[in-house]
């Protein structure tokens, strides 16, 4: 395997749009990359690889391994499933097997670290966060995994924590390679939460009204505001500082046409990550002690639509 090469295995746990996205990208930079993934999924990236159309990286297929579990140690496991699925899907990366491997979940949400740790080397967890437009579309089962791949960027967060941090460096020096904007940060609290206080008030509003970003954030704007005040809130009484001001200059700088991904989840009839983004953040807030009424709301009417 894998230390003793310059170019270590990574395997991928999940081939949507974030996995699919990164799995090509490894392989077409020369790394061996093994994507996890259901019996059908798999046999399409054994047969027809994935293609990725991008204007950031272009139009291409790569070649990638694909098995339905991991059977031989990685240097490095990337955790690209949805939290709606994670649990059914660690079944696929065996504790035994990964050994020493670093586990680097992309998810939404806060509360999956602790899962994970719980499962796998604790010192081996190094949560990750992952800024990209990326979607898999197409059928399951036929022809390649196409990924259509939206935004001029795809960053990604290593947050250090316990996890070895020449660990951490080799693979961002990896994932850079592979064009990939990538970096080690310490604060893993710190991370998590920026992206949590963008995400969870971007998706409980659209979701809850079924708007693009900019409709959403004009015909509904004291609430957008209040989300974001009680995000923040909770976020700095869990250690991460964030302003309200900057969220929303975030939210105006937005494309209008922008949808959510829990939202795109509830057009389709998907799972939503409900409990993921508005459940850990009321978890959180009552921890706390911080009120978060409008939160509160808008996770109950989601719930009442039955999403």
């Not at 050994?99 to 979940?105: F, I, K």
């Not at 693979?171 to 991370?191: I, K, M, N, P, Y």
């Not at 869990?238 to 309200?244: E, F, I, K, L, V």
Request: proline share 7%; net charge positive; with cysteine.
């Amino acid at each position: 395997m894998t230390h003793t090469t310059s170019k270590p295995t990574v395997a991928i746990l999940g081939a949507g749009g974030i996995g699919g996205l990164l799995a090509a990208l490894l392989a077409r930079s020369g790394h061996r990359v093994v994507c996890l993934a259901r019996d059908t999924t798999a046999r399409t990236l054994r047969s027809g690889g994935v293609e990725v159309r991008s204007r950031r990286f272009g139009d291409f297929t790569a070649v990638v391994e694909a098995d339905t579990a991991l059977r031989e140690p990685v240097g490095a496991c990337l955790i690209a499933v949805k939290h709606t699925t994670l649990d059914a899907a660690l079944t696929r990366v065996p504790p035994a097997i990964l050994g020493d491997g670093l586990v680097v979940p992309l998810l939404n949400g806060v509360e999956h670290p602790a899962t994970l740790r719980a499962r796998y080397r604790p010192d081996r967890v190094a949560p990750g966060v992952i800024r990209v437009e990326s979607a898999r579309t197409g059928t399951a089962g036929t022809g390649p995994v196409v990924i259509e791949h939206g935004s001029p960027f795809v960053e990604v967060d290593l947050a250090a924590g316990p996890a070895p941090r020449p660990r951490l460096e080799a693979l961002a020096a990896v994932l850079s390679d592979a064009g990939v904007t990538a970096r080690v940060v310490e604060d893993e609290t710190g991370a998590l939460w920026a992206k949590m206080a963008f995400l969870a008030p971007f998706a409980l509003l659209t979701t809850r009204y079924g708007l693009p970003l900019g409709e959403a954030r004009t015909r509904h704007r004291e609430e957008l505001e209040r989300l974001v005040a009680e995000t923040v809130a909770v976020s700095r009484a869990c250690g991460a500082p964030s302003d309200p001001a900057q969220a929303l200059a975030r939210y105006d700088a937005f494309p209008p046409e922008a949808k959510s991904s829990m939202q795109r989840d509830a057009e389709a009839g998907r799972p939503l990550e409900l409990d993921a983004l508005g459940g850990a953040l009321l978890r959180a807030a009552d921890r706390h002690g911080v009120p978060v009424p409008v939160t509160a709301r808008l996770v109950r009417e989601i719930r009442a639509a039955g999403h």
